[in-house]
Nanobody, 112 residues
Framework: QLQLVESGGGLVQPGGSLRLSCVAS????????IGWFRQAPGKEREGIAC????????NYLDSVKGRFIVSRDNAKNMVYLQMNSLKPEDTAVYYCNVEAAWGQGTQVTVSS
């Protein structure tokens, strides 16, 4: 069974940066497409970025395009989300997803 664990969240000022990490264990294959999602209070979970094993161009939600970068290290079963120029509206719990597996989430709070 695939297990995912996110880390790297925290409190950051507007304009700051954070890097989230997600490590996969269990029946992980490098062929999986990995997605990052987020859920703000009172809002539905939304997909913000995804990266496959073969694409050279990850996909991003328009509101994070140009600020967030998703990458993966298949040798380490890791996927990363570099978040730059953070805004208060980026405040949410961030999750990684592979197939039907979800991590527990990591809280990102952008506030002065």
């Amino acid at each position: 069974q695939l297990q995912l664990v996110e880390s790297g969240g925290g409190l950051v000022q507007p304009g700051g940066s954070l890097r989230l990490s997600c490590v996969a264990s269990g029946a992980f294959t490098n062929y999986y497409t990995i997605g990052w999602f987020r859920q703000a209070p009172g809002k539905e979970r939304e997909g913000i970025a995804c990266i496959s094993s073969v694409d050279v161009s990850p996909n991003y939600l328009d509101s994070v395009k140009g600020r967030f970068i998703v990458s993966r290290d298949n040798a380490k079963n890791m996927v990363y989300l570099q978040m730059n120029s953070l805004k208060p509206e980026d405040t949410a719990v961030y999750y990684c997803n592979v197939e039907a597996a979800w991590g527990q989430g990591t809280q990102v709070t952008v506030s002065s």
